[in-house]
């Protein structure tokens, strides 16, 4: 059983920065790929950053590369989505999941556990 608890979010500017986190419980964080996803309202929940088991492959949405960064820390359970020159259509409702597997981690059905979320909203 893993329990996620992400942070960060807030009111931002378009071309700002934010940093989310998600806390992770338990001792067994390592033994999970972690991933960022997001959901806009009247939208679908989508991919948006992965990060497998030990930080070294990370993998991203086409939509977010070059401006999202995702970082994990093993000893502090934690996983990190840098956010950098956020626009408008990055706002949504930010949430970490852990997944058990080995898959690219890119669909919601491989996660098995799943954090309560954190607004984003960008401004134009």
């Known amino acids: 059983q893993v329990q996620l608890v992400e942070s960060g979010g807030g009111l931002v500017k378009a071309g700002d920065s934010l940093r989310l986190s998600c806390a992770a419980s338990?001792?067994?964080?390592?033994?999970?790929?972690m991933g960022w996803f997001r959901q806009a309202p009247g939208k679908e929940r989508e991919f948006v950053a992965v990060t497998r088991r030990s930080g070294a492959n990370t993998y991203y949405a086409d939509s977010v590369k070059g401006r999202f960064t995702i970082s994990r820390d093993n000893a502090k359970n934690t996983v990190y989505l840098q956010m950098n020159s956020l626009k408008p259509e990055d706002t949504a409702i930010y949430y970490c999941?852990?997944?058990?597997?080995?898959?690219?981690?890119?669909?919601?059905?491989?996660?098995?556990?799943w954090g309560q979320g954190t607004q984003v909203t960008v401004s134009s």
């Open positions: 338990g001792r067994t964080f390592s033994r999970y790929n």
């Open positions: 999941a852990a997944d058990p597997g080995y898959g690219l981690g890119t669909v919601a059905g491989e996660y098995d556990y």
